[in-house]
């Protein structure tokens, strides 16, 4: 099992997505530089969070034209796992692999805190290892993680179970008060149709060690490594 | 083949949040300012461009607003193109 994570210029959590695969997992981490065109036979992909080329035009805009982001939407399209977080998220709905886009935060604020997340989809290959329903403590940090899409594209999440998390209050209620930035129907985090595209604002790679004051994130490493061993 | 001067005006679309524009409108309302409706923050992208003409110009200038300086899903775009300015 060999999981890549990209590194764009401005990418900050690349390191963490790295130490997760590789001391929780116990798998093999490799880096793949923006500028590469290989993915360099790696089973899955991560979009790290950070602020990739500063964030400069629209927050993912210039990362999704990046000569790597070719093979990594190829690799997607194929049916290849592919999670972005945070900033990765938005770059995955700048490439068009997720529908919709991330706006400035409702608040203006950057927000970095925990945050309670109701999960809405168990299954392969990066929610598997949830409950449906479970209640999660994760982190975020953002400005822009406002997540909004046209009317008939969110319905068509709905229908199609394709919301993965969603910002609820520690009982597991979908509040307003419980959304950190504004985002639609407190959407955290969406899978494309075939499932296989995971992006979410939350840091699931923060949250993978008591130390780090949470372990609610170590399920969606997990939940890939199993997906990949029974693929094999 | 003749030089143009391309001005991309990308504002956030109708009916989208645009939480930015509230901030600078709520600030303008503090220092005084009366009569000032609703306020949208966007961006302006200046290029210059060499194409065969100003249609072909104006053309190459949608794609690149299509592909990357605008998102559909929050923006909208205006392109201006015009003969490019003397330098010097």
């Known amino acids: 099992m060999k999981i890549g994570v990209v590194t764009f210029p401005g990418s900050n959590c690349d390191y963490d997505c790295y130490k997760a695969v590789e001391e929780l997992l116990q798998a093999e981490a490799v880096y793949l530089w923006h500028k590469e065109h290989d993915l360099q036979s790696v089973d899955a992909v991560f979009l790290p969070g950070g602020f990739s080329y500063g964030d400069y035009l629209r927050c993912g805009a210039i990362a999704a034209h990046s000569p790597i982001m070719r093979e990594v939407i190829e690799f997607a399209n194929a049916g290849g796992p592919v999670a972005g977080i945070c900033n990765g998220f938005q770059i995955l709905c700048e490439s068009g692999l997720l529908p919709g886009a991330l706006v400035r935060n409702r608040t203006l604020k950057f927000r970095s805190r925990a945050v309670h997340l109701r999960v809405e989809r168990a299954e392969p290959p990066f929610t598997s290892e949830y409950e449906m329903g479970q209640v999660l403590r994760i982190p975020i940090a953002h400005g822009e993680g406002c997540y909004i899409a046209d009317p008939a594209v969110l319905d068509e999440l709905e229908a199609n179970g394709q919301v993965a998390f969603r910002y609820c209050d520690a009982e597991g209620n979908i509040v307003p008060a419980a959304n950190p930035n504004g985002s639609v129907r407190n959407i955290a985090g969406i899978v494309n149709a075939a499932g296989n595209v995971l992006g979410m604002m939350p840091h699931p790679e923060r949250a993978v060690d008591p130390l780090l004051g949470s372990t609610d994130g170590a399920p969606v490493f997990r939940a890939l490594a199993d997906h990949l061993s029974i693929a094999r | ?88």
Do not use: W
């Open chain 2, 1 to 88: 083949m003749t030089e143009y001067s391309i001005e991309v005006r990308v504002t956030p679309r109708r009916g989208i949040l645009d939480p930015q524009g509230k901030a600078v409108g709520g600030a303008l309302a503090s220092l005084g300012f009366s009569g000032v409706g609703e306020v949208h923050v966007g961006r302006i992208v200046v290029f210059s461009l060499t194409a065969e003409g100003e249609p072909q110009a104006r053309e190459s200038a949608e794609a690149m607003c299509r592909q990357l300086l605008a998102n559909p899903v929050t923006e909208d775009f205006r392109i201006t193109v015009s003969p490019a300015e003397n330098v010097g």
